[in-house]
């Protein structure tokens, strides 16, 4: 499916919320629609953090996968996780450690997935917590 100007409005909307929740000031950030050459992904977070400049990016075209808003969102919170966490993943850039920081580096932000994004769209879609 192609990402419309319309979802890369909800992309783009959700990423500054994220970006602002967490406090990501000294960065400059700009969220862009364009194909990415990782098969298989949704969206990328490519940072320069000497520069503190990153580009968060949508796919332009998820293939078979539904284009849905909370897909969207996720991907949008994911992405803001990861520049988040872009220091830890540059100083593994210089240790024997790579792979296991950045797996872990994964590991937290499913952790943060599953609890702090859960917790604001269950509120936003009216789900229901005891489930």
């Given at each position: 499916?192609?990402?419309?100007?319309?979802?890369?409005?909800?992309?783009?909307?959700?990423?500054?919320k994220?970006?602002?929740?967490?406090?990501?000031?000294?960065?400059?950030?700009?969220?862009?629609?364009?194909?990415?050459?990782?098969?298989?992904?949704?969206?990328?977070?490519?940072?320069?953090?000497?520069?503190?400049?990153?580009?968060?990016?949508?796919?332009?075209?998820?293939?078979?996968?539904?284009?849905?808003?909370?897909?969207?969102?996720?991907c949008?919170?994911?992405?803001v996780?990861?520049?988040?966490?872009?220091?830890?993943?540059?100083?593994?850039?210089?240790?024997?450690?790579?792979?296991?920081?950045?797996?872990?580096?994964?590991?937290?932000?499913?952790?943060?997935?599953?609890?702090?994004?859960?917790?604001?769209t269950?509120?936003?879609?009216g789900?229901?917590?005891?489930?």
């Amino acid at each position: 499916m192609k990402v419309t100007k319309k979802h890369f409005k909800v992309f783009g909307r959700e990423c500054t919320k994220w970006i602002r929740f967490f406090g990501l000031k000294e960065w400059n950030i700009i969220a862009v629609r364009r194909h990415l050459d990782d098969e298989g992904a949704l969206a990328s977070c490519h940072a320069d953090y000497c520069g503190r400049i990153a580009n968060l990016v949508i796919d332009d075209d998820w293939g078979s996968e539904p284009v849905t808003n909370e897909l969207l969102e996720i991907c949008a919170f994911h992405e803001v996780c990861e520049l988040l966490l872009a220091k830890l993943a540059k100083l593994a850039e210089a240790h024997y450690a790579k792979n296991i920081v950045e797996e872990e580096i994964h590991v937290i932000i499913r952790k943060l997935e599953s609890s702090l994004f859960k917790a604001y769209t269950d509120k936003k879609y009216g789900k229901d917590k005891r489930r």
